[in-house]
Structure formats: C-alpha cells, structure tokens
C-alpha cells in the first residue's frame, strides 16, 4: 500500500514539470542545409534572449509536410509555429489551421510588398514573410563571354554561335508559364474562385513560342530539374532558368553568372514575369500560447533575424529592414539579382482549386510539347479535364436510410447470434473451443486493427463525397460516377472502364512475361552443365532485392528521349530515338519492360523450386518412351510445373494488378494519364485531385471487388 | 524382336572406371539377367543399352543395328524403373498410352493396347486412377504395363522388385516369368537379388567391378562357378570356404579332412588352396564324417535349418534334413560327396578347375 502510494507520488512529481512549462513552443519546418543551419542559429538567439523558454524543432520531410500539419494541427499535436510556401494558405487558412498576423497594417511596413501580397488572402496578412523564392537567368560565362543577352530573341539567335551540342537554354517544362500570365486563379472573389485561365490566346502563343524554341533546338527536350543542373554544370547549356537552388548544386564546377529574366522583344520589350513563392512563419490557430508563438514567428521575420537567415542561408529575404542594415547584402551578387527578380515576379495563386489545376495544365503543355495536339486545343482539353476534376459535388443525401439498413442488419446478426446461444450443443461447443479461441486471440486482433479496420472505413469512405476536407454522405452517388463514366463516352480517357481496360490488359501482359523469363531462366539455371550457376542465379535475383521504386526511377531516366540509355542503344544500331513517354504503345511498353524486369526473379525463384521437385527419372522415363526435349517439357516440366506455379501465377496477378509504383514512378500515366491503371487513377483522385478520398475509396472498393471475384473464380477452378 | 550384341564398352564417371571393358551376345528372345553387387556397373550397362548414358569406348547393337551414338527415342527399347518413374500428372490409362501416343499411333489401337495391356497384368480396374492412389505392387505392374503396351524390341528392368516386400516380389517374380513367356521378348534385368537372378534367367551374367565375371544358363554358372566371387555370390546361405592344405586327394584343416574329385582337376595343384562347400551339399554322417562342426546358432526353417558354427577357427554353415535340430554347443560329424567339393586358388580366387582367363 505504502509502495503504491510512493508510486502515485513519484508518478505525479515526474508530470508536474512538463505540465508546468507553458513557455514550451513546437516549430515545424522543411528546411535542409544552409536554411537550416541558419534557422537553427536564430534559435539559439531566442533561447538566449527568453531563457526558461524551450523551443521544440522538428524537420519535416517536404513531401509529407503539408499533410502531415493537416491532420496535426486540428488533433493539438501540431506545431505552434511552423514555415512553409504561401501556395498553401488558402487550403490551411480554409481549414481554420492558421491564426492572422495581429495589427498586420503597421507591422508589415518592412517588408516587401510581393511577399506581403503573396501571404495576404481574404483581406488578412496570415504569416510573417522570410524570404522570396523565383527564378532567374544563369549565363555560363565561358559559353556567353561579355554582357548577357537582354532578350529572349538574343538567347534564341545564340544557337546559331554555339558549339553542336550545346544548349542556348535550360528549363523545366512544368515550369513554362512564360509572359502572358497564361495561369491566373482569381483569388479575392470566392464566386469566380474556380476560373482555369491555362487557356486562351495568349496561353496559346507563348506555348507556341516554347514549341519553336524546342524544334529549333534552343531548349532541349523532356527537361527536368536534374536535366536542368546537369546541363548546366557540365558546360552544355550556356544559360538556365532557375532558382538559388542551382547555385548551391553548381559550387565552383562551372563559371557563371546571375542576370534577372529576359525581355521578349516580340511582346514589346515586356520583361519575362516568374512566379516567386513567398516562405512565411505561420502561427497555428490551435497553439497553446498564441502570444509567445507569434512572438518567434516576428523573431524568425524581424531584420536582425532576416541578416543571419541571409547571410548563413543566402535567402533573399523579405523584410527591407535587413538590406538596410547590412549593406553587404547587397554587394552578394546572386542575393542582388534574385531580389531583383523577385521584385518583378508574380506570387504563385494560392487558391485552393490551383492544386487541381496543375496537372491538367502540365498535361496539357507536354502534349502540345511533344506535337501530338495544337497548343489551343491541348489547352481547351486541360481545361475540361480541370473542369472534370472540380465538377460539383454529388448531392447530398439523407443517411438514414442507410443507417436503417444497417442497424437492421447488425440487429439480426444480433437476434440469429441469440438464437444460436440457446442451442445446448452449440454451447457447449463454444466452451470446448474457448482455449482455441485464446490462441487466436491476438492475431485475430491485430488483423482486425491493420486489415479489416482500414478496410471497413475505406469502404465506409467510398460513401461520402469529400473534397478539401469537406465532406458529406453521397450514398452510392461515387460508384454511380465511376460506373457511367461521369457521364462522359464510357471509353473516354480516364473512365473507369478505359483504365480497367488498360489494367486487365497490363496484367496479362506482366504474367506472360514474368512467367515466360522466369521459366526461362529456372530452366536454364536447372541444367547441370552450366558453370558458375550460383553467380547467375545471386544476379539474377537482384532485380527482386533492390527496391522497386529504385528500379522503376532507373529505369524511367533509361527511357529518357534524349539521354536515356534506351534510345542511345537504338541511335547506336541506326534507329530514330523513340519518345517514350509520348504514345500509349510505347509508353506502356516502358511500364512493362520495367514490371518485367521487376518481377520475372520471383518466378524464376517458384520455377527453380519447383524443378527440383521433379524427379529425375521420370525424364528418363520419358526419354525411353520416345519423348524429344520439347515434348519433355511439355508433357513433363509443364504439367508438373502447374501445381506450384498457378499459385504463384495468382499472387502474381494481383500484385500486377495493383502494382503502384512502376506506372506511377515510370510513365506517371503518361501519356495523357493513358497508361494509368485502376490503382494509380485511384491515388490521383486522392491525392492530386483535391483530395477526393470518397472518389479515390470508391475505386479502391471497385479494385477489390474485382480481385475478390477473380482470385475466387480461380479457387474453384483449382478446385 | 532382336538381340542385342555389346562390344568392348567402358565408361568413366570422372576418374571412376565403372565399365571395364563389357563383351555381351544376347539372342533374340532371350532373358537375360546382369546380377552383381552394388556399384559393380550393372545398372550403367542397363543405361548404356537404354541410351542414357553414352559409352566411352565400345559398342552396342541392337538387331544389326549399331545404336551406340543414337538417342533413346531411336532405340525402341523400353525401361521398367526401380522407381516405377509413373508420370504422376496422369491417369493408368495416359501412362499405358504414353508412349504410344508420341509415337502418333492411332487412338483406336492405343485402346486396343491399353486394353490388352491391362487384362494381361490386371489392372483393368485402376485405368482412371492417379499413381498416387494406388499400391507399390500396383504401380509396378503399371510401369510393367508401359513397358509392354509399346512393344518395344527390347525390355530393360532395372532392379524393378527391390521396391516390394517379399511375398509380393515372389509372386510378381512369377509373372514375370510368365509375361516373358508370353510374349518371347528379348529382356535384360539388372538385380542384385540371386534369387531373382536364378529364377528369372535364361542367361545369368555375374559382373564384377565393372567387368563381367562369368555368364552362362543360371544352373551352370551355379554349379561352376568361375571363381570364388561367383561362387559366393550365388546360393543362400553362401557357400562356405575354408583354407587347407592339398594332399593325397584331399584338403586338411583343423577339423576336417576334405576328399575331392581328382579327375576335375588338371595339371599340378599348389599346395595349399580354399575348399568351397555350400550348405546345402553336407549331409550328417556320425560315422564316417570327417568334418567336426561346432554348431553355434541354429536356424530352424522347418523343412529344413542352418547349423552356423566353426571348424576349427574358420565359420561354416550346414544344412540340415527333417526336424533333427541340434542344440548350440552340439558338435557335429558331417561328410561331402567329394565332386561338390570346389576348389579355388587362395590369391586369386579362381576356381582350380576352370580354364585359364
């Protein structure tokens, strides 16, 4: 008793400290390196300026960041302040995630108006501005000797001076949004909140104008960020659109400068406009202590902060007061023509419908890129495949009915279990199996909470209609969408039925593959005369053992058009260099050239085990009977093989079937979202797609009822 | 039908010699029997003749035939398996058929066959079961009926009764005497059994360490044998050896005084030699026995037992008659009609009587 009570004791004494520090503050950031460093040494600052106050850090990787808060923040394990790009305050400000900048009019004299204007959403300032991200123009001094060229017309002419394979520009496609605002989402006014401007005239002509520069060999083709960096720093691009992040991967490999964008001279002499992201410290609405959590975001903004921030992690910093008061800045080369750029670029819309309209635009860019579409005419296709995406919502509906049904369900399931438990023998035959239930147990619990649970709510989710947080209950409305193709030509591109096509059709082919190489090979590896088989088989299961996303990048960058190793190989043997990603054949062929590669090991592993089963003389048996080596292995190896590889076969076929990573990391539904299978397509709708989970769970129900189905056919059959 | 002609085959398996060096004539028609220890290359021969395994040296042929070089598929000869090796995947009646139905024949006379097939081994009954659902003796006779559903020009049987328990190897042992009747095929059975050595073969051929020892009808190789391997090898109990001195028509040891048959025995004998004397060739004589057996174990059989005791220092085996059955530490007088005395060289193991290798 008194040992409990010591206990008690104890317990309580060890929880009052941490109840007790109200000054404790959580930020939360994405930054790497030198930003980081330098955040890091701000914080050092405050602790030594607000001693007994405890800052808790956490660096959250970028790609899990925005979600990551979004469920955080409204549960109260958020952080109380945390960094992050502007695009996304619409969404957080939506959510009631974020609290606004208090007496915003005075404080935010000091900085500069883009970053101001970026953070400023519904008549309110939502974050202290830190810095401005955009790009500019990076002249390979060896390439550009002398004064940089001032227009875009003079950068195209350059080709005609440079060496053969040397690029007078780099970019990345996505990021083609040149002059002409061809992307503006109207932010102010909710009414016209989903208004998708990629379209129109001048959207046309300054994609037209990407499309020469790429015929007439100005900007190479299929860019990426990596492509970008790569050129560049080798010396076969002589300048490169980019942020300061180049500049860090550059170090001293490469001589170069930074101009601001050039003007286009055919547009009258207008300067080139980048979209800039403004990186604010947001106050969490839900902090514990709003006072002192606003106080470290306007530390982390405030001029003394902004020197360190610029200096230690060359941001070009918003807050004006840092230029002043440390003129250095200014003299740092690059620091001075980002500002400058920055000053003349445009922040990026931070609607929440703008996350919804980046894919439709950037398909719509790469297929007038690749020729297969007039630019207006993949732009007005953008647009309705934007409009497809954002299409209202189905109605509500009343949950009872379903409620009814339900509790009417779980009540006879109740009565019949009753009923059940009068009968004498059944009683007794429960108390019988009582210690093998207890064997069970556990395992039946932990399946229930990994497998059936998840399951349950994604079906019970397949139910509602959600979008951006926002969610209500549809009925059946989701299926009924899916099911008539939203009401589009049941083949279109993106019905279900075209993409179940597509999947059925890429699981067959997989199999085939997977079963033919892998029996190959197991039949080859099997015979005896072959040396150094133990080698062969290790290399040969490697494919299996390295992580298939690794493979599937690997494999993507081999497709590359101009780079890949695919194409050097058929440029080697006098074949024209295939644009992989552009055609649905030969984009799918890359997704089953890579699968096939991933998946034959596993076969060829079931097919060695399964060989070695057969036993020798009945080879030989078949030999004395007249048997050739093709009719021993097709009336011996085959037949004995059946057994162990329809199994396998089976398992291989769901694991196709819903093999996620190669169609998403490989042709990413390229092109055109066309070799997009059921799971991928799923994701998008989840994920890129405004997040409708409802949508996205209907199709993950369809996907395993159509497993469920065929995998239950093929039982019996083996039966 | 044919007959089968092996000349001069040797076989390595790596440095291993496994045939030294085999000479067979096999006529048509003939049942012939390779019988020896394990590891003494009986079963590479079988495999040579099959066409599994290809000789280094020699050749094989089949008919006039010369087969040596030719892939089993071209031999038509037919192999029962120690194994059985049935196609687990298929039925009795697609194991019968197997062969035929490569070969292309026409379904009508596959049935015909498979019919005939099953009659004559009785296995009419199991057409449509998997060689998993059934008994040992009913998968060898299976493998027997794929064998003979192909008519092929020559059976080969390697160790086909070993997998058997003993009443049934006994019966099927007759069956197959009588299949080979019926059927006048030309039949090589490798085994280790002498039993089955002795009642199966027309042709008994004894192979040693890779090089045949003797061959010949079973009876002859029986009673002269070639040497004392031979002689060993054949007849249960074995026969039983003992080393003496020759002198005066007879061999001495402590213990016994053996007389043996002169006349058998051309030019001059060494001086010492080994006596062969099987169990069966004793019979008790209290009188005029000159062998003094101390009888150790007896194992009575019924008809018949086996007294297992010393002379001398040296073991020795005797079959008794009737139900006279003595007890251990009996001793015993026994005698030998003196031309089943056999005598063998005491290096070399050759029969004294025999003509120089």
Request: charged residues 20%; glycine residues 8%.
């Amino acid at each position: 008793m008194t040992r409990a009570l010591f206990l008690a004791l104890l317990v309580a004494l060890l929880a009052w400290p941490s109840s007790a520090t109200a000054q404790r503050l959580r930020l939360w950031h994405a930054m790497r390196g030198d930003e980081q460093a330098a955040l890091e040494r701000l914080l050092r600052a405050w602790r030594e300026a607000h001693p007994g106050s405890v800052v808790e850090v956490l660096a959250v990787p970028y790609d899990a960041y925005a979600s990551k808060l979004e469920s955080a923040i409204p549960r109260g394990h958020g952080p109380d302040v945390f960094i992050d790009a502007h695009e996304r305050l619409a969404s957080y400000q939506s959510r009631g995630l974020i609290a606004p900048v208090p007496e915003a009019d005075d404080a935010m004299a000091d900085y500069e108006p883009t970053a101001v204007k970026a953070l400023t959403y519904d008549g309110r300032v939502w974050a202290w501005p830190l810095s401005i991200k955009c790009v500019a123009l990076y002249v390979n001094t060896r390439l550009v000797p002398g004064d940089p060229p001032a227009t875009l017309e003079a950068i195209e002419a350059m080709r005609a001076t440079l060496p053969r394979g040397v690029y007078p520009r780099v970019r990345v496609a996505e990021r083609v949004l040149p002059r002409g605002a061809p992307a503006r989402l109207q932010r102010r006014d909710p009414r016209r909140a989903r208004r998708y401007t990629f379209v129109g005239p001048e959207a046309a002509r300054s994609l037209q104008r990407v499309i020469d520069m790429t015929r007439a060999g100005v900007i190479p083709e299929e860019p990426s960020g990596a492509l970008v960096s790569q050129l560049f720093s080798t010396g076969h691009a002589a300048t490169a659109i980019s942020g300061p992040w180049l500049a860090a991967e550059l170090g001293d490999r490469v001589p170069y400068r930074v101009v601001p964008l050039p003007d286009v001279a055919s547009e009258g002499g207008r300067p080139m406009a980048p979209y800039a992201t403004v990186e604010g410290a947001f106050v969490s609405a839900h902090s514990h202590d709003p006072e002192s959590a606003s106080l470290l975001a306007r530390f982390l903004a405030d001029a003394p902060g902004a020197v360190v921030r610029a200096r230690l992690g060359h941001q070009v910093v918003a807050n004006r007061g840092a230029w002043a008061h440390d003129p250095d800045l200014a003299r740092d080369p690059l620091l001075a023509t980002f500002r400058a750029a920055a000053a003349r670029a445009r922040p990026m819309p931070t609607n929440p419908a703008m996350r919804a309209a980046w894919e439709p635009a950037r398909q719509a860019i790469l297929k007038a890129l690749r020729g297969d579409m007039p630019p207006r005419e993949a732009l007005e296709q953008g647009l309705h495949r934007f409009e497809d995406v954002t299409r209202p919502l189905p109605r509500r509906r009343d949950a009872t009915f379903a409620l009814l049904i339900l509790g009417g369900l779980a009540m006879a399931l109740v009565v019949a279990a009753l009923r059940r438990s009068r009968d004498r023998e059944f009683r007794v035959a429960i108390r019988k199996s009582v210690p093998a239930y207890a064997w069970v147990a556990h395992a039946a619990v932990i399946v229930t909470a990994l497998v059936v649970a998840p399951l349950v709510v994604g079906a019970a989710t397949s139910l509602y209609a959600t979008r951006n947080g926002e969610s209500y209950f549809v009925g059946l409305a989701n299926y009924w969408d899916i099911l008539t193709a939203r009401g589009g030509p049941l083949l279109a591109t993106g019905s279900f039925y075209r993409v179940l096509l597509v999947t059925v059709l890429w699981t067959a082919v997989n199999l085939a593959l997977h079963l033919g190489l892998g029996m190959a090979l197991a039949l080859l590896l099997a015979r005896p005369a072959l040396k150094m088989r133990a080698l062969y088989r290790v290399l040969l299961i490697v494919p299996w053992a390295v992580p298939s996303y690794v493979t599937a990048l690997a494999w993507k960058g081999m497709f590359h058009r101009q780079f890949g190793a695919i194409n050097a190989m058929v440029t080697a043997l006098g074949g024209e260099p295939v644009s992989w990603f552009a055609r649905f054949s030969t984009a799918f062929t890359a997704n089953v050239a890579t699968n096939a590669w991933l998946g034959f090991p596993f076969m060829m592993v079931v097919t060695i085990g399964a060989l070695a089963g057969i036993p020798k003389d009945l080879y030989e048996a078949a030999e004395v009977d007249g048997a050739s080596r093709w009719q021993q292995f097709t009336k011996i190896t085959l037949p004995m093989l059946r057994p162990t590889l329809g199994p396998a076969a089976a398992l291989g076929a769901i694991w196709t079937f819903n093999q996620f990573n190669v169609v998403f990391l490989v042709s990413g539904g390229e092109p055109d979202g066309e070799t997009e299978i059921l799971v991928s397509e799923a994701y998008r709708w989840a994920f890129t797609r405004q997040a409708q989970y409802g949508y996205a769970s209907a199709y993950a129900v369809l996907i395993f009822v159509i497993l469920a189905l065929v995998s239950r056919r093929r039982a019996e059959e083996a039966r | 039908m044919a007959s089968l002609t092996v000349r001069g085959v040797r076989k390595k398996l790596g440095a291993n010699p496994i045939l030294r060096g085999i000479d067979l004539a096999i006529d048509d028609g003939e049942f012939t029997v390779l019988v020896g220890p394990s590891g003494c290359g009986k079963s590479t021969l079988l495999r040579t003749v099959a066409g599994l395994e290809e000789p280094d040296e020699g050749t094989v042929l089949l008919g006039d035939r010369d087969v040596t070089r030719a892939p089993p598929r071209e031999r038509d000869v037919a192999m029962v398996f120690q194994s059985y090796a049935l196609y687990p995947h298929l039925t009795v009646r697609e194991n019968l058929a197997f062969g035929l139905r490569l070969r292309k024949t026409d379904p009508a006379e596959v049935d015909r066959r498979v019919a005939e097939v099953s009659r004559m081994l009785g296995i009419g009954h199991l057409l449509d079961r998997f060689p998993r659902e059934m008994s040992g003796g009913q998968r060898q006779r299976v493998a027997m009926g794929r064998a003979i559903a192909r008519r092929p020009q020559l059976f080969l049987f390697d160790e086909p009764l070993s997998n058997l328990d003993a009443a049934l190897r006994s019966q099927v042992r007759v069956e197959i005497k009588r299949m080979h009747a019926d059927l006048g095929a030309t039949m090589l059975y490798v085994t280790h059994d002498q039993v089955e050595a002795m009642t199966l073969a027309d042709r008994l051929v004894v192979l040693n360490a890779g090089k045949v020892e003797q061959q010949g009808p079973p009876l002859e190789v029986y009673h002269r044998p070639v040497s004392r391997f031979v002689a060993a090898f054949l007849g249960s109990p074995a026969m039983n050896f003992v080393e003496g001195d020759l002198a005066n028509n007879a061999l001495r040891a402590e213990g016994l005084s053996l007389g043996y048959d002169a006349s058998r025995f051309h030019g001059a004998l060494p001086p010492r030699a080994v006596a062969g004397v099987r169990p069966h060739d004793v019979v008790v004589s209290p009188d005029r026995g000159a062998i003094t057996l101390r009888v150790e174990v007896v194992e009575p059989m019924g008809s018949e037992s086996f007294a297992h005791g010393t002379i001398g220092d040296q073991p020795f085996v005797a079959r008794l008659e009737g139900g006279a059955i003595p007890s251990p530490g009996d001793t015993l007088r026994l005698d030998v009609d003196p031309s089943r005395v056999h005598l063998f060289d005491k290096d070399s193991g050759r029969a004294l009587d025999a003509e120089a290798p």
